[in-house]
Structures are given as structure tokens and as C-alpha cells.
């Protein structure tokens, strides 16, 4: 069994916080593979009846596990999931657990409100760049053509049919369990709309036709597909109404692999790299910091920085994302820098074995892999 080193510290971490740990995370991303990874645990499978009849007396399940780890897998299985993992928190705190469950457990308001304070959060995203050292998984390339779910990249030849399963699973077991919408038909399709668009600007009235629905549809769907990670929402940074783009926000796919299917694609040119790229860097701050409040910059004449991470009380650091280091034009960030002169500005390139750092008429910009990048931006979490 491979083991995913870069999750496993991250779990370990969060039991020194809390003794209840939620993992989520879109359908086949390896929740349960983690899980069944970790050394000296007790496994429970919340979808065998026998397990759901054992822990529908929290008490009397918990008492005799104090002092122990366990899991408790596709927790969302339980007629009241939240109640359990509240009175393990509450009263059973030397029994550490990790619990998980559908994303849409997750997104419910009750999930939220019932365990504010008592657990911590560990969001699985697809495989970020440990995880190929850890699989032995090295081609970049493969990696961004395959996507980053594990039986995906581990396939031999391209899974084209896992990934209509996959939305297909998604809509029955994911979002009619909980959001319970109607017209799957219009919901698919906006879904592959979207994907094939991804890292472009949103504008819902583009989908209202294709999909035969209205706009406040269309918004309604984008909300339910943010709420179960399956697209981000990257918002605008601006602070100047006059000359900066304010409210039309970029959507991307949470997998680089479905970005590829629904384009089309079957091989990889040099000139589909960039767009790729951009979703993995995505990919990798999300995993490696744990945040989704990620911008990115434009003004009115069509100059765009693609991520900019900006912390309460500090500068905004500008992140432009290229395949090559030789790529990079250093426009967009002169114009970017002419506003906001304060700041780190990074290129991160796959190219880019060790930083190193360019001037250009007063500005500098520093180029770095992605380790470069993590480690550039980690205070800011």
C-alpha cells in the first residue's frame, strides 16, 4: 500500500489540535485509501448495517475505545452523523477520529453549526506533487492529461469512461442526497459547459440558453458546485471600481484530467500546457495551505495576474503561473505592480529547478518551482 506521506503529517497534525478530524473531499479522491493507510487505527465502514446499528448509541460505542484512533468512513451513511462526532468531542476526547464522508455532508448547515470549535477540517484535493513521489508517478504531463484522482492516473491508458461514471455518481449520490435538484439534464450539462471553459471568466447568461434554464438557475448550480469542491470560484482583487474588473470571477475545474475530457483532448500540445498548469499551481495552494480564498487581477485593458493571495494587513502577492520560465511576460506585472507597488511577485514555472530572481525597470520578480511557491507562501494561510 502506497503511502501519501505529505496527508498522513497533515492528519497527524490536526489530531494535536483536536481530537476529531473531518476528511473531505470530492468522490474518488483516495479518502478511504487514506484513511485505511494510517498505522494503528480501528476501521469502521459506516455503509455495512452492522456498523450503523453499533453506533446508533454513540455512548455505548465510544466508551469502550478510550485511548484508541479510528476512522469512521462514508460517515454521511448515519441517520445523524453530526450528533456522533459532537459527543465524541465533547465527552470522549481521548478517542481520536477521522471521519469521512460526501462532500455534501460538508456543505449541509447543520454539519457546519453542530461541530463550529470541535473538529478540524482536512480538505483532500486531487493528487498535489508529494503525492506522484509517492505513487512513483513522475510525467507532469501524465498527471495533468489523467487528472489527479488516484485510480485515474493509475490507470495504463486513458480512463475516458471513468469520468462519465464519475459525474454520473457525483449527481446520484452526491447531489440528490442533499441539494435534491431537479433536471438532471440541465445540470450535466451546465456541469460540461463549465468544465470545458475552465479558468475562463463566468458570465451566467452564456449558459442559460444551452442549458434551457434561467439565470438565477444557472447561479444556483454554480453555488452547489462550489459547496462540494467541485469547482472554485477565484474571485477579483481590485480596490479601484474605475479600472479594475470587480465582480465577474474566474471558474475552475477541480480536476485537470476532466478539464482534458471535455475539451477533448487525447494528447497534449505544448500550447495546452499553460491552461493545465494553472489548475495544478491552483491545485497545489489549495492542498498545501488549505484556502480556498484565492484571487486573481485584471484591469479594463485586459491585463491579468492569474492568483493573488492577498492576507488581511499585508500586500498582495502576486502569483503568474507558466509552463516555461521562458514564457513569462512581465507586462501584466508592471501593471499590476504600478498599483500595488508592495508585495512579492512570483513566477512559478515547471521549468525551474532553483529560484532566482529578474529585475525589470525597478520591479523584481522571482521565479520558482512549485516547493518554491509553498514555501513562499505558507505564512500567509
Same mark, same amino acid.
Given at each position: 500500500?502506497?503511502? =501519501?506521506?505529505? %496527508?498522513?503529517?497533515?492528519?497527524?497534525?490536526?489530531?494535536?489540535?483536536?481530537?476529531?478530524?473531518?476528511?473531505?473531499?470530492? #468522490? #474518488? *479522491?483516495?479518502?478511504?485509501?487514506?484513511? &485505511?493507510?494510517?498505522?494503528?487505527?480501528?476501521? @469502521?465502514?459506516?455503509?455495512?448495517? &452492522?456498523? =450503523?446499528?453499533? +453506533?446508533?448509541?454513540?455512548?455505548?460505542?465510544? #466508551?469502550?475505545?478510550?485511548?484508541?484512533?479510528?476512522?469512521?468512513?462514508?460517515?454521511? &451513511?448515519? #441517520?445523524?452523523?453530526?450528533?456522533?462526532?459532537?459527543?465524541?468531542?465533547?465527552?470522549?476526547?481521548? *478517542?481520536?477520529?477521522?471521519?469521512?464522508?460526501?462532500?455534501?455532508? /460538508?456543505?449541509?448547515?447543520? @454539519?457546519?453549526?453542530?461541530?463550529?470549535?470541535?473538529?478540524?477540517?482536512?480538505? +483532500?484535493?486531487?493528487? *498535489?506533487?508529494?503525492? +506522484? *513521489?509517492?505513487?512513483?508517478? /513522475?510525467?507532469?504531463?501524465? &498527471?495533468?492529461?489523467?487528472?489527479?484522482?488516484?485510480?485515474?492516473?493509475?490507470?495504463?491508458?486513458?480512463?475516458?469512461?471513468?469520468?462519465?461514471?464519475?459525474?454520473?455518481?457525483? %449527481?446520484?449520490?452526491?447531489?440528490q442526497e442533499l441539494f435534491h435538484l431537479e433536471r438532471r439534464y440541465a445540470f450535466q450539462r451546465f456541469f460540461e459547459l463549465l468544465m470545458a471553459q475552465s479558468g475562463g471568466l463566468f458570465e451566467a447568461t452564456r449558459f442559460t440558453a444551452p442549458c434551457e434554464v434561467s439565470r438565477t438557475t444557472i447561479s444556483n448550480y454554480l453555488a452547489v458546485l462550489e459547496a462540494t469542491f467541485v469547482f472554485h470560484i477565484v474571485r477579483p482583487f481590485s480596490t479601484s471600481r474605475s479600472s479594475e474588473i470587480v465582480s465577474a470571477p474566474k471558474v475552475y475545474g477541480f480536476d485537470t484530467g476532466f478539464v482534458c475530457y471535455y475539451r477533448g483532448w487525447h494528447e497534449l500540445r505544448r500550447e495546452d500546457m499553460g491552461l493545465l498548469w494553472e489548475h495544478y499551481v491552483l491545485n497545489e495552494i489549495q492542498g498545501c495551505l488549505q484556502i480556498r480564498n484565492i484571487l486573481y487581477w485584471r484591469d479594463k485593458r485586459g491585463h491579468e495576474i492569474d492568483f493573488v493571495i492577498a492576507g488581511r494587513g499585508r500586500p498582495p502577492v502576486a502569483i503568474e503561473c507558466k509552463w516555461s520560465a521562458a514564457d513569462f511576460d512581465p507586462d501584466n506585472l508592471k501593471r499590476f505592480r504600478e498599483r500595488y507597488p508592495k508585495g512579492d511577485s512570483l513566477v512559478v514555472a515547471a521549468d525551474v529547478e532553483k529560484p532566482f530572481v529578474r529585475h525589470y525597470k525597478g520591479m523584481e520578480a522571482t521565479f520558482v518551482n512549485l516547493p518554491g511557491l509553498i514555501g513562499k507562501i505558507s505564512h500567509l494561510r
Open positions: 500500500m502506497k503511502n =501519501r506521506t505529505f %496527508w498522513i503529517e497533515k492528519i497527524n497534525k490536526a489530531w494535536e489540535r483536536r481530537s476529531v478530524i473531518w476528511l473531505s473531499g470530492v #468522490r #474518488r *479522491v483516495g479518502k478511504t485509501f487514506l484513511s &485505511r493507510s494510517l498505522a494503528d487505527v480501528e476501521y @469502521f465502514d459506516c455503509e455495512l448495517p &452492522r456498523t =450503523r446499528m453499533a +453506533l446508533e448509541d454513540p455512548e455505548g460505542f465510544l #466508551r469502550p475505545l478510550q485511548g484508541r484512533t479510528i476512522i469512521l468512513d462514508e460517515i454521511h &451513511r448515519l #441517520r445523524n452523523p453530526s450528533e456522533l462526532l459532537k459527543i465524541a468531542a465533547d465527552h470522549y476526547p481521548k *478517542v481520536k477520529i477521522l471521519a469521512t464522508g460526501s462532500s455534501t455532508l /460538508g456543505a449541509s448547515a447543520k @454539519f457546519k453549526d453542530t461541530l463550529t470549535g470541535r473538529k478540524e477540517s482536512l480538505w +483532500l484535493t486531487p493528487m *498535489v506533487a508529494q503525492d +506522484l *513521489v509517492d505513487f512513483g508517478q /513522475g510525467d507532469i504531463a501524465k &498527471r495533468l492529461l489523467f487528472g489527479g484522482l488516484p485510480p485515474f492516473i493509475l490507470s495504463a491508458t486513458l480512463p475516458e469512461w471513468d469520468f462519465q461514471d464519475w459525474v454520473d455518481g457525483y %449527481w446520484a449520490k452526491d447531489i
